[in-house]
């Protein structure tokens, strides 16, 4: 059974490479009908916030990727930590260190003058004697002193570590008692089965430290996948200037959870050159061993691209459902399914599509000066009043092509051209010369309304 989680620190909000890598487990997991689970490490008390935690829960469900069973806090389970330390004091794998903080610092000033590798020396590791007063110890972990922490990391191959290079006896419970970030990452993947941690590569380094907590309690190691960064155009680490991180920001600037998966799968893995991927076909296609080894490039131009093609696609009731966000209510308007089908199309984002359905759907309360010079000249507003007598001599219109026919025998009977009505009506009815074809515009704005709208911009009243 494959068992992943994403298991991120409540330190702010749910950040795009964080779902990059949840998404990575989950499709991982559902792809081997394993389990994918969800854990809040939120044990440093001063960095996490509750707020926070609640934050990137709600921008998770908001992508519908659903974790299986309950959700884990660390901050709860404290007690178990210390049972683990304990744990490995009885077993004489860990100890207590009585080093002061400036005794550290002096230590650490030597060892940087002599341009050696800060670490700690192991000066408690056997210590037996009667512990200095006033100290209160943390406790450090027998970490191997020599050799290599080798593992084969499921996308970078083979990685070694040299030890001497890099690890010492870490702490793993600071003097206060609390257990170190290494340390509850290792008890909790443990306790929690998982087989495969798909994390990012800024996490490389800790796997060492994590391996040697695993061997310390017999605790089988899972395996790692270490997946690159998301880099900006100019090749550094995304930042917050490179546009919205915070996954909640996608939503308000009208896209689709569903879009931004997309997005963010085909981030740092392909299948050939597809590029839409429905959930279900990413479950069916996807295997970490296949994500890209160097680091991918963030593409807004992608992102809007592949929102837009969700937006072709999507059943009208789900596009009628993410316009409520932004405010606009079209449950009960009744021309509601032609309006999305024919904006659909011109739209990028939810957002955009709403201002588009809602140009439509309310009367003009102004009009686009530009336009107006444009268009609004000569006979147009005779023509349009003459217009406005034939739809009103000829009765309802109930479809799109019933006003195309009639405004087609107008424009014969006058001797004038389409753009010489079409330019005007449109002005008239969404306030600017930017809409869709204009006969289905009439269609859904409906019979009475277009009458209404035309006599409103005749009389040249504007709301403002
Ligand atoms: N809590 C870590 C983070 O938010 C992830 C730890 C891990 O995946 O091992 O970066």
Excluded at 23 to 40: D, H, V
Excluded at 54 to 62: T, V
Excluded at 144 to 156: L, R, W
Excluded at 321 to 347: C, M, N, T
Aim: glycine share 6%; aromatic share 10%.
């Amino acid at each position: 059974m494959v068992v992943t989680r994403f298991a991120p620190s409540p330190t702010g909000y749910l950040h795009i490479g964080g779902l990059r890598t949840a998404l990575y487990s989950y499709l991982w997991s559902k792809k081997n009908s394993g389990k994918f689970l969800l854990r809040i490490e939120d044990t440093d008390l001063k960095r996490n916030s509750q707020e926070a935690a609640i934050a990137i829960e709600n921008a998770f469900s908001w992508t519908n990727l659903s974790h299986d069973g309950e959700i884990i806090y660390q901050s709860t389970r404290f007690d178990i930590y210390r049972s683990y330390v304990q744990q490995l004091l009885d077993e004489g794998k860990a100890y207590r260190c009585y080093m002061s903080r400036e005794e550290l610092d002096e230590l650490r000033s030597t060892q940087t003058a002599s341009k050696i590798r800060p670490h700690y020396d192991g000066r408690y590791r056997d210590f037996e004697g009667e512990p200095p007063s006033g100290v209160e110890p943390v406790i450090r972990i027998k970490a191997p002193q020599k050799g290599e922490i080798s593992f084969v990391d499921g996308i970078k191959g083979e990685v070694h570590f040299n030890v001497e290079d890099m690890l010492d006896d870490f702490i793993i419970a600071r003097s206060d008692g609390t257990p170190t970030y290494n340390f509850v990452v290792t008890i909790d993947d443990a306790l929690m089965n998982i087989t495969d941690v798909i994390r990012g590569d800024d996490h490389l380094s800790n796997t060492p430290k994590q391996i040697v907590i695993y061997n310390a309690l017999d605790f089988k190691i899972p395996k790692f996948y270490h997946v690159p960064m998301i880099l900006n155009n100019q090749g550094k680490k995304l930042s917050k200037r490179d546009g919205a991180l915070d996954v909640m920001e996608y939503k308000n600037e009208g896209y689709l959870p569903e879009a931004l998966l997309n997005f963010l799968v085909r981030l740092g893995w392909s299948h050939g050159d597809q590029e839409i991927f429905s959930l279900e076909e990413m479950i069916e296609l996807f295997n970490p061993t296949d994500i890209n080894k160097s680091a991918s490039a963030y593409n807004e131009e992608k992102l809007i691209w592949i929102n837009s093609q969700y937006i072709k696609k999507l059943p009208s009731e789900r596009l009628v459902e993410e316009l409520e966000f932004f405010g606009v209510s079209i449950k009960d308007y009744p021309k509601k399914e032609e309006l999305i089908e024919i904006l659909r199309d011109r739209a990028k984002t939810i957002k955009e599509l709403a201002v588009m359905v809602k140009n439509i759907v309310n009367e003009p309360t102004s009009y686009d000066e530009k336009a107006c010079k444009k268009f609004i000249k000569g006979d147009a507003l005779k023509n349009l009043e003459a217009f406005k007598q034939t739809l009103v001599a000829h009765g309802e219109c109930k479809s799109a092509s019933e006003f195309e026919i009639l405004a087609k025998k107008f424009l014969e009977v006058k001797g004038l051209k389409l753009k010489d009505l079409a330019q005007p009506i449109r002005i008239a009815m969404v306030g600017s010369a930017v809409s869709p074809s204009v006969f289905e515009v009439l269609n859904i704005v409906g019979y009475n309304n277009v009458i209404k709208r035309i006599e409103k911009l005749l009389k040249g009243e504007e709301d403002e």
